[in-house]
């Protein structure tokens, strides 16, 4: 390895540039994960809440940590949540079920120097053919979106254990 790609890869955020990248290596690329689990009643191909709200169906309680910033989408990438925001009104959300929403995000990440994503899958989620259907939605959006950004993205199957 050349002493200044070891010195690049050791900074924060650091990318090669276009001209040093690899394509079909990860080698001086940023990459991050991308979940693309969040649903929504109405725009989330019948699974209802998921990942805002406990189980996808309590409204009284957010389980997401940081809430999205919806005001750059369109009124056709919105959806009205269950819960509320401060002053009484419902909390605007997204599906990634929205290939439009999904392109978006790539968009984004084209603009900031992010290169691509670990798509994150649980064999949980594939539990049901609703569900199935979700995430293999999900899937195509980012295999789309990517092809049309020049962003990589690469599948990353999660295992969750119960202790």
């Known amino acids: 390895m050349h002493p200044r790609h070891l010195f690049l890869t050791l900074l924060p955020f650091c990318s090669l540039s276009a001209q ?3 394509n079909g290596t ?4 940023v990459m991050c994960g991308y979940h693309g689990w969040f ?3 109405g725009g989330g191909m019948g699974i209802g809440w998921q990942h805002y709200t406990r189980h996808g169906h309590q409204t009284d309680v957010a389980t997401v940590d940081l809430w999205p910033d919806v005001s750059e989408l369109d009124k056709d990438e919105i959806h009205d949540s269950p819960l509320r925001m401060p002053d009484g009104r419902p909390a605007p959300v997204f599906s990634s079920a929205n290939p439009k929403t999904v392109h978006r ?5 084209r603009t900031h120097g992010i290169d691509g994503v670990f798509l994150q899958r649980f064999g949980s989620a594939i539990r049901s053919d609703k569900h199935r259907a979700f995430t ?3 899937m195509e959006n980012v295999r789309t979106a990517s092809a049309k950004t020049g962003r990589s993205w690469s599948l990353r199957w999660n295992e969750r254990r119960k202790s």
């Open 136 to 138: 293999d939605r999900v």
């Open 26 to 29: 990860l080698t001086g690329k």
């Open 105 to 109: 995000h790539f968009d984004w990440m």
């Open 39 to 41: 649903s929504a009643q």
């Open 20 to 22: 040093e990248k690899v």
